[in-house]
């Protein structure tokens, strides 16, 4: 397997725009995990999907952040519009609770920059 | 709610000597408790776990960690540590009754020069 699978790597995008980060989790994995990473505030969990629901989204910043799951193999995290202060990279973990044993096994992530 | 306290922001050793990374957790029942490494540019990736068992738990590149739960602590060590380890180090853990979700300390930074 190819491993949980990023795009893009690197966003560079101005205030106001639209971003939209994409996820490929690991074919089988039940679980996927959208956090956030910064110096400030280290990493946070944004929202977690089970079997395409999402069950615990009480890390989403605010209104303008959204996550979906259409299928199994593919998330997308949307910020419109972005601020500055969204600037952080943002990972997306899955993991197979049952026989992973709790493992999340992370992608690259996606570094953003907003000016 | 679960949390995880990583009290020191770096760590410095020199090659070869043994390192610890420290690691206390809150939470209200039972822990699974994890570390993770992150190198620069990259994810995280697993190191170890402790779930239930012995409380020295063996995990890759030569790291292990002791959950020890009257101190409320699962410090990561190594006998003797490499340049190579140096790293981002995250502890985390998943709380019994709050669902999947995994809660990462702030990190340490492990520095270790030749």
């Known amino acids: 397997d190819a491993g949980v699978i990023q795009s893009p790597r690197h966003e560079v995008t101005e205030m106001g725009q639209e971003v939209t980060l994409r996820c490929k989790p690991i074919s089988g994995h039940d679980y996927l995990f959208w956090y956030r990473q910064t110096m400030m505030r280290g990493l946070e969990l944004l929202i977690y999907f089970n079997n395409n629901v999402p069950i615990d989204d009480s890390g989403m910043p605010e209104d303008r952040f959204s996550a979906k799951m259409p299928n199994a193999s593919f998330s997308t995290l949307k910020i419109q519009p972005s601020e500055p202060r969204d600037s952080a990279v943002y990972f997306c973990?899955?993991?197979?609770?049952?026989?992973?044993?709790?493992?999340?096994?992370f992608g690259a992530g996606s570094r953003l920059t907003v000016l | 709610a679960q949390s995880v306290a990583q009290p020191e922001d770096q760590v410095n050793v020199a090659e070869g000597n043994p390192l610890t990374v420290k690691c206390t957790y809150s939470v209200s029942g039972n822990p699974y408790l994890f570390w993770y490494v992150q190198y620069p540019n990259r994810g995280l990736q697993f190191l170890l776990k402790?779930?239930?068992?012995?409380?020295l738990v063996k995990g890759s590149y030569g790291f292990e960690a002791e959950f020890n739960k009257s101190q409320t602590s699962f410090h990561l060590k190594k006998p003797s540590a490499l340049v190579s380890d140096s790293a981002l180090y995250f502890c985390?853990?998943?709380?019994?009754?709050?669902?999947?979700?995994?809660?990462f300390g702030a990190g340490t930074i492990l520095r270790v020069k030749s």
């Open positions: 985390a853990v998943r709380d019994m009754e709050g669902g999947n979700k995994l809660v």
């Open positions: 402790y779930i239930t068992g012995d409380n």
């Open positions: 973990a899955s993991n197979d609770r049952v026989r992973g044993a709790n493992v999340l096994t």
